[in-house]
């Protein structure tokens, strides 16, 4: 890529000048000088090597240098107000739409994991994930004067993507955090880094273009657990957010440092009888398939009562889920997961890492059949306790329960999702049925008649964003999970009337 901004060199050094101005206090390197900047290539990002040369453009191989210089650029963005905050928004909501299909490939290419269109697809709806918009003070006002209260940023905020959405769990924090008026440090998913890099990188060369500001968004160019201790213990870093499996919750709730979890999950779906079978079974596929069973909103595992549960079979097969047979689960079930001894006698399945995100049909060869071409999703009848409904194993092989009743299938519903309170999907037309789950079960999300999918603003009501807060609670995380509220009052007076 080769861009060039067409900006004459005084406007250029204006900027460049006035950035200097405001940085004076905080971007002075140790010995109290104020660090060289090119101010003559300014206007190229990418079209002189003297320019580029001193510029990161977010990523960098030391995790604390990644935070120094996010908290610099935390400074350089509270100098240019709310505005700025909005222009980034646009700027990694608009190269995210843009360079979906490429970044989609690349990001595949490097994961080796889900779809190609929905990866593309994650990528585009990235704009649907709130912005600065979404912040509005509160107010008081009565006889002893007025109250605001105002959301205010943490300044830097430490990140960390899972493999299954790299670029789009970036993006999609990039949004909210910075529409909070943070900064961001990310120590992205080995697997995904390097896509992960690529678009920090792209991003900030389009940030500092357009503002000025250097090094917005940074990441750790490879990152390792080592690297996520040092931004986690960081004085600079005020917060975490971090995405992925048990193994990052409980090493960032041990940090000591303020986070936002947002954890696994293993949604199940139940059935009852009184649900549209022909649309439940379309909108489990829709789900359940969609970047090969990667969402952690996706569909896991089903429930269907016994009354209903011959024709949902029937349903299912009909709307292009493939059955395998008891053998074929068997195999499947050798290649996905292998049994280790948990120490007190009893062995438990440990998920092949390997299978994660593989598609339909290849899956179907591993468990020795062959399924028609374009097969999105293929299913086995199991019972509730099968490694395949009680792991959450993130392919789209999904298990089918027969439960006797309602009650029975809230039950092992609860025992599959192991209380992550992440997702659950009922389909049903009887309000207490689904009344009772959603206590029982106690989940982020609870979609009734529709794909997981739905649940974040895809075909149901809300908004997107790739981080759902199941541990900590904060939930659909959005710009106000990234601030703290302030108060600010003054007494007696300004109340007009
Ligand atoms: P993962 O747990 O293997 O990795 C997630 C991230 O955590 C990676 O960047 C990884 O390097 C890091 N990590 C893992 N262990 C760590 C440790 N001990 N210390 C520091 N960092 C550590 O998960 P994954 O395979 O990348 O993603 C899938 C998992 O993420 C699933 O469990 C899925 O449910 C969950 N997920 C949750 C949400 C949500 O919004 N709640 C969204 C996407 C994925």
């Given at each position: 890529?080769?861009?060039?901004?067409?900006?004459?060199?005084?406007?250029?050094?204006?900027?460049?000048?006035?950035?200097?101005?405001?940085?004076?206090?905080?971007?002075?390197?140790?010995?109290?000088?104020?660090?060289?900047?090119?101010?003559?290539?300014?206007?190229?990002?990418?079209?002189?090597?003297?320019?580029?040369?001193?510029?990161?453009?977010?990523?960098?191989?030391?995790?604390?240098?990644?935070?120094?210089?996010?908290?610099?650029?935390?400074?350089?963005?509270?100098?240019?107000?709310?505005?700025?905050?909005?222009?980034?928004?646009?700027?990694?909501?608009?190269?995210?739409?843009?360079?979906?299909?490429?970044?989609?490939?690349?990001?595949?290419?490097?994961?080796?994991?889900?779809?190609?269109?929905?990866?593309?697809?994650?990528?585009?709806?990235?704009?649907?994930?709130?912005?600065?918009?979404?912040?509005?003070?509160?107010?008081?006002?009565?006889?002893?004067?007025?109250?605001?209260?105002?959301?205010?940023?943490?300044?830097?905020?430490?990140?960390?993507?899972?493999?299954?959405?790299?670029?789009?769990?970036?993006?999609?924090?990039?949004?909210?955090?910075?529409?909070?008026?943070?900064?961001?440090?990310?120590?992205?998913?080995?697997?995904?880094?390097?896509?992960?890099?690529?678009?920090?990188?792209?991003?900030?060369?389009?940030?500092?273009?357009?503002?000025?500001?250097?090094?917005?968004?940074?990441?750790?160019?490879?990152?390792?657990?080592?690297?996520?201790?040092?931004?986690?213990?960081?004085?600079?870093?005020?917060?975490?957010?971090?995405?992925?499996?048990?193994?990052?919750?409980?090493?960032?709730?041990?940090?000591?440092?303020?986070?936002?979890?947002?954890?696994?999950?293993?949604?199940?779906?139940?059935i009852d009888e009184?649900a549209?079978l022909d649309?439940a079974a379309?909108?489990?596929?829709?789900?359940?398939?969609?970047?090969?069973?990667?969402?952690?909103?996706?569909?896991?595992?089903i429930f269907v009562v016994d009354a209903v549960y011959r024709q949902f079979l029937q349903a299912f097969e009909s709307a292009?889920a493939?059955k395998?047979?008891?053998?074929?689960?068997?195999?499947?079930?050798?290649?996905?997961?292998?049994?280790?001894?948990?120490?007190?006698?009893?062995?438990?399945?440990?998920?092949?890492?390997?299978?994660?995100?593989?598609?339909?049909?290849?899956?179907?060869?591993?468990?020795?059949?062959?399924?028609?071409?374009?097969?999105?999703?293929?299913f086995a009848e199991?019972?509730?306790?099968?490694?395949?409904?009680?792991?959450?194993?993130?392919?789209?092989?999904?298990?089918v329960v027969k439960v006797r009743?309602?009650?029975?299938?809230?039950?092992?519903?609860?025992?599959?999702?192991?209380?992550?309170?992440?997702?659950?999907?009922?389909?049903?037309?009887?309000?207490?049925?689904?009344?009772?789950?959603?206590?029982?079960?106690?989940?982020?999300?609870?979609?009734?008649?529709?794909?997981?999918?739905?649940?974040?603003?895809?075909?149901?009501?809300?908004?997107?964003?790739?981080?759902?807060?199941?541990?900590?609670?904060?939930?659909?995380?959005?710009?106000?999970?990234?601030?703290?509220?302030?108060?600010?009052?003054?007494?007696?007076?300004?109340?007009?009337?």
């Amino acid at each position: 890529m080769n861009m060039q901004l067409d900006v004459d060199d005084s406007t250029v050094r204006h900027v460049v000048e006035d950035v200097l101005k405001r940085l004076g206090h905080t971007h002075r390197d140790s010995a109290g000088s104020i660090p060289e900047v090119v101010t003559t290539t300014k206007h190229s990002v990418t079209g002189n090597a003297r320019s580029t040369s001193k510029r990161k453009f977010g990523v960098f191989e030391d995790a604390n240098d990644a935070c120094e210089a996010a908290h610099s650029a935390y400074y350089q963005l509270r100098d240019q107000g709310v505005a700025a905050r909005m222009k980034v928004v646009d700027i990694v909501k608009s190269l995210c739409d843009k360079n979906a299909n490429s970044w989609g490939k690349m990001e595949l290419d490097e994961t080796k994991i889900g779809r190609l269109d929905h990866k593309i697809e994650k990528l585009k709806i990235v704009k649907l994930t709130p912005g600065v918009e979404w912040l509005k003070p509160d107010a008081m006002s009565g006889d002893h004067g007025i109250m605001l209260e105002e959301y205010a940023p943490f300044g830097v905020v430490g990140g960390v993507t899972p493999i299954t959405h790299s670029i789009p769990t970036l993006s999609s924090n990039v949004v909210s955090i910075v529409s909070a008026g943070n900064a961001v440090v990310f120590n992205p998913h080995p697997g995904g880094a390097h896509c992960a890099n690529v678009a920090v990188r792209v991003f900030n060369e389009a940030i500092y273009r357009e503002l000025g500001i250097e090094n917005l968004i940074c990441s750790v160019e490879v990152p390792t657990l080592k690297s996520f201790d040092v931004i986690s213990q960081s004085e600079l870093v005020g917060l975490l957010v971090v995405t992925g499996g048990p193994g990052v919750v409980s090493a960032a709730m041990k940090s000591g440092k303020r986070s936002i979890c947002a954890g696994p999950g293993n949604p199940p779906v139940l059935i009852d009888e009184t649900a549209d079978l022909d649309k439940a079974a379309r909108d489990i596929i829709f789900g359940a398939a969609y970047d090969n069973n990667l969402l952690c909103i996706g569909e896991k595992e089903i429930f269907v009562v016994d009354a209903v549960y011959r024709q949902f079979l029937q349903a299912f097969e009909s709307a292009g889920a493939f059955k395998l047979t008891q053998n074929q689960l068997d195999q499947l079930e050798r290649a996905v997961f292998t049994y280790e001894d948990d120490g007190g006698g009893c062995s438990h399945p440990v998920l092949n890492r390997e299978m994660v995100g593989k598609n339909a049909v290849d899956l179907a060869t591993i468990a020795g059949t062959k399924t028609p071409a374009g097969t999105e999703l293929i299913f086995a009848e199991t019972d509730a306790s099968h490694a395949f409904v009680i792991e959450e194993q993130m392919t789209p092989m999904i298990p089918v329960v027969k439960v006797r009743d309602v009650e029975q299938g809230i039950i092992d519903a609860k025992s599959a999702e192991h209380g992550y309170k992440h997702s659950s999907i009922i389909h049903s037309r009887h309000i207490d049925n689904m009344t009772v789950m959603a206590r029982e079960l106690d989940c982020t999300l609870f979609v009734k008649n529709g794909p997981s999918t739905s649940g974040l603003g895809l075909g149901g009501e809300g908004y997107l964003t790739y981080s759902i807060a199941t541990t900590t609670g904060e939930g659909i995380t959005n710009p106000e999970t990234f601030t703290r509220k302030r108060r600010c009052v003054m007494i007696d007076n300004l109340r007009i009337y």
